[in-house]
């Protein structure tokens, strides 16, 4: 069992940045495929960003809405993962979850790869 806790969310206005956290416990995640996904209401929940830690060289990825923008990353040390956003627009507004995949085969966009979530953390970016 892995538990995971999201942090950072908030207001901030349009071109602005936040810095979303994810500490996760119970065990270690640093062999697992860590990912970022993002929902609104009346929508599916969508791929934002994911990273393959130590088998996989830690190779990213990230949904075509964000590259350039989102940087995701991690701290083995604090068995943390992180969400950089930058030039923020209304349009990432949603409620951000992170996910572990502890065997990850599947595509990394897909959110039936992760086993464990994380409860939300709210970003509101205004015009």
């Known amino acids: 069992q892995v538990q995971l806790v999201e942090s950072g969310g908030g207001l901030v206005q349009a071109g602005g940045s936040l810095r979303l956290s994810c500490a996760a416990s119970?065990?270690?995640?640093?062999?697992?495929?860590m990912g970022w996904f993002r929902q609104v209401p009346g929508k599916e929940r969508e791929f934002v960003a994911a990273?393959?830690?130590?088998?996989?060289?830690?190779?990213?990825y990230y949904a075509d809405s964000v590259k350039g923008r989102f940087t995701i990353s991690r701290d083995n040390a604090k068995n943390t993962v992180y969400l950089q956003m930058n030039s923020l627009k209304p349009e990432d507004t949603a409620v951000y979850y992170c996910?572990?995949?502890?065997?990850?085969?599947?595509?990394?966009?897909?959110?039936?790869?992760?086993?464990?979530w994380g409860q939300g953390t709210q970003v509101t970016v205004s015009s």
């Open positions: 996910a572990a995949d502890p065997n990850p085969t599947g595509p990394y966009y897909d959110q039936l790869q992760y086993s464990w």
């Open positions: 990273i393959n830690w130590i088998w996989s060289s830690g190779t990213t």
């Open positions: 119970g065990r270690t995640v640093s062999s697992y495929r």
